[in-house]
């Protein structure tokens, strides 16, 4: 499934059955918009850069810098964006659970 939204570079780092890892470098300005996943978490580790996951039910939203991580639910409405005025980099594990991209 291609992502429906554009960032400097996506690698895939590993791939199983209900799991997904994943390597995304971001520009500026750049950012994964609005969505949900009906049955993974996304763990987010940032590795450079600063990067801001803004979440809903509630709204909050947490600022990472480098050696940083959060986890999003389940079901929970989360974008991810660079922040800086650097590129950011962010190693994204996805899992335990089938992958889908839920717009919202």
């Not at 991580?69 to 594990?93: I, S």
Request: charged share 15%; with cysteine.
């Amino acid at each position: 499934m291609a992502a429906p939204y554009t960032i400097a570079a996506k690698q895939s780092i590993a791939q199983a059955p209900g799991l997904r890892v994943t390597l995304m470098t971001l520009d500026p300005g750049q950012e994964i918009p609005w969505h949900s996943h009906s049955q993974v978490a996304d763990t987010s580790f940032c590795l450079q850069g600063m990067v801001e996951i803004s979440l809903r039910e509630p709204d909050e939203t947490v600022a990472l810098t480098c050696g940083s991580h959060l986890e999003v639910p389940v079901g929970r409405p989360h974008r991810v964006a660079c922040t800086g005025d650097a590129q950011c980099r962010v190693l994204l594990v996805q899992g335990v659970g089938q992958y889908d991209f839920l717009p919202s």
